[in-house]
């Protein structure tokens, strides 16, 4: 049973459109961590929201944390084929324990 | 500046050989991870170590074992290689013990015939 759960599992757009991506637990975690992942490498970190609430925004990807902190949600405007990998979300439990979500891959097309 | 470094790359194993992937990192980190990656199934815990001389299960511990030799270096042992270990297996470490960001190896592929 995976604890977290992404969606959509797989999404192609085009250049310039807007997408989100949704990352959803009935658990709640200390912390909520997305990471995007390249073919053949390890995952890398995007961005850790620890509040119930927060909004964080790295350039044009904006991170929400839910109230109850139980989900996640990353918003891409204006994707460009650089924003084109796997996104991961991640949990965070005390004891410094991490649980991946099932990934969301996204293509886009110039 | 080595980070995090997973050996082998690339393994291909026979139903119920045995093998120990090599896990080992530079960053003077505390906690590390051993995780495997599944098409669809994301990332799974297998088994972390919040720091030296402690490690714990994970979601899907069964099948195999972990050792943290010293603070630099986590393995990760199949004693009994069965085709469902086939997977993408990535090591794992982080600083301190909450909320940080995890630091990744390049992965190991595994396959078990």
């Known amino acids: 049973t995976q604890l977290l759960e992404q969606s959509p599992q797989f999404l192609s757009i085009q250049e310039g459109e807007n997408l989100t991506v949704y990352c959803n637990s009935s658990?709640?975690?200390?912390?909520l961590q997305w990471y995007r992942q390249e073919p053949g490498e390890g995952p890398v970190l995007l961005v850790t929201?620890?509040?119930?609430?927060e909004v964080k925004k790295l350039k044009r990807l904006t991170f929400q944390f839910g109230d109850a902190r139980k989900d996640s949600s990353l918003h891409i405007t204006a994707a460009q084929p650089g924003d084109t990998g796997l996104y991961l979300c991640a949990g965070g439990y005390t004891g410094n324990q991490f649980y991946f979500g099932t990934g969301t891959s996204l293509t886009v097309i110039p | 500046n080595a980070g995090v470094t997973q050996t082998p790359k690339f393994q291909v194993l026979k139903t119920g050989q045995s093998m120990t992937l090599q896990c080992a990192q530079d960053m003077n980190h505390n906690s590390m991870y051993w995780y495997r990656q599944d098409p669809g199934m994301g990332l799974r815990l297998i088994y972390y170590s919040a720091s030296e001389g402690t490690t714990d299960k994970g979601e899907v511990p069964n099948g195999y074992n972990v050792s943290r030799l010293n603070k630099r270096e986590f393995s990760l042992r199949l004693e009994s290689a069965a085709p469902s270990q086939t997977s993408v297996y990535f090591c794992a470490s982080s600083p301190r013990r909450t909320n940080e960001k995890l630091f990744f190896g390049s992965g190991t592929q595994l396959s078990v015939l």
């Open positions: 929201v620890v509040t119930g609430g």
């Open positions: 658990s709640v975690f200390s912390s």
